[in-house]
T-cell receptor
Framework: NAGVTQTPKFQVLKTGQSMTLQCAQD?????MYWYRQDPGMGLRLIYY???????DKGEVPNGYNVSRLNKREFSLRLESAAPSQTSVYFC??????????????FGPGTRLTVL | AQSVAQPEDQVNVAEGNPLTVKCTYS??????LFWYVQYPNRGLQFLLK??????LVKGSYGFEAEFNKSQTSFHLKKPSALVSDSALYFC????????FGDGTTLTVKP
C-alpha cells in the first residue's frame, strides 16, 4: 500500500497563475481532507469530503476549490494564486467521517511558493 | 468553540531522560484525542489516540499519553527519550470536527 500520495512535491507559481494539487489514497477510505500548514499555526482545514460526491468548506476555503473525483482521488485547485497561499499543503484520509475516532493518514505534502 | 493548546513551542530533554509534551483541550461533549508526529519534510504520522476506556493509552515508538478529564489534558510522555524522537508533535481533538494544536518541537540531545 502506498497510503496517501500527493503530486507535485514542490511548486513555484507566479501571482495569478492557477494549478491543481493531486491527492490519492489506496486504503479504501471514505473521507478525505486538505490542510495547509504555516509556521506556528498548526494545520488548518481548507476543504473536507465525507464521501465520494460530497465536499464541505473548512476553516480557510477562500481562494480554493476541490473535486472529489472518485473514492480514491481528491484534488485541490488554486484558480488565481496569491502570495498568501504560500504554504505546505497536506492531504489526509480517514476510514470514516470527521467526527469519528479514526486516525488520519497524511500524504507527504506539497510545498508551494507563490511569488 | 473547540480548541487545543500546546503551551510549549519547544521542549528540550537529554537522551535517556523522561519527556512530556503538554496538551490541553476545550470541547463540548466527549472528545476523541490524538497525537501525531512530524519529521522534517514529511507528513504527519499517527502516534496514539484516546477514544474511551483506560485513561493511559500506549502508542508507537514507546510513547504513551494520559487522558485527564478533570484537567482537560492529554499529555504525551515517554520514559526514556531517544535522539531519534526529535521532531514536531501535534495534539488533535475531534468532536464534530478535528482541531490541531500549533505543535511542539521536541529536541533530544545526546
Amino acid at each position: 500500500n502506498a497510503g496517501v500520495t500527493q503530486t507535485p512535491k514542490f511548486q513555484v507559481l507566479k501571482t495569478g497563475q492557477s494549478m491543481t494539487l493531486q491527492c490519492a489514497q489506496d486504503m479504501n477510505h471514505n473521507s478525505m481532507y486538505w490542510y495547509r500548514q504555516d509556521p506556528g499555526m498548526g494545520l488548518r482545514l481548507i476543504y473536507y469530503s465525507a464521501s465520494e460526491g460530497t465536499t464541505d468548506k473548512g476553516e480557510v476555503p477562500n481562494g480554493y476549490n476541490v473535486s472529489r473525483l472518485n473514492k480514491r482521488e481528491f484534488s485541490l485547485r488554486l484558480e488565481s494564486a496569491a502570495p498568501s497561499q504560500t504554504s505546505v499543503y497536506f492531504c489526509a484520509s480517514t476510514k470514516s467521517g470527521r467526527a469519528s475516532g479514526n486516525e488520519q493518514f497524511f500524504g507527504p505534502g506539497t510545498r508551494l511558493t507563490v511569488l | 468553540a473547540q480548541s487545543v493548546a500546546q503551551p510549549e513551542d519547544q521542549v528540550n530533554v537529554a537522551e535517556g531522560n523522561p519527556l512530556t509534551v503538554k496538551c490541553t483541550y476545550s470541547v463540548s461533549g466527549n472528545p476523541y484525542l490524538f497525537w501525531y508526529v512530524q519529521y522534517p519534510n514529511r507528513g504527519l504520522q499517527f502516534l496514539l489516540k484516546y477514544i474511551t476506556g483506560d485513561n493511559l493509552v500506549k502508542g508507537s515508538y514507546g510513547f504513551e499519553a494520559e487522558f485527564n478529564k478533570s484537567q482537560t489534558s492529554f499529555h504525551l510522555k515517554k520514559p526514556s527519550a531517544l535522539v531519534s524522537d526529535s521532531a514536531l508533535y501535534f495534539c488533535a481533538v475531534r468532536s464534530s470536527k478535528s482541531t490541531f494544536g500549533d505543535g511542539t518541537t521536541l529536541t533530544v540531545k545526546p
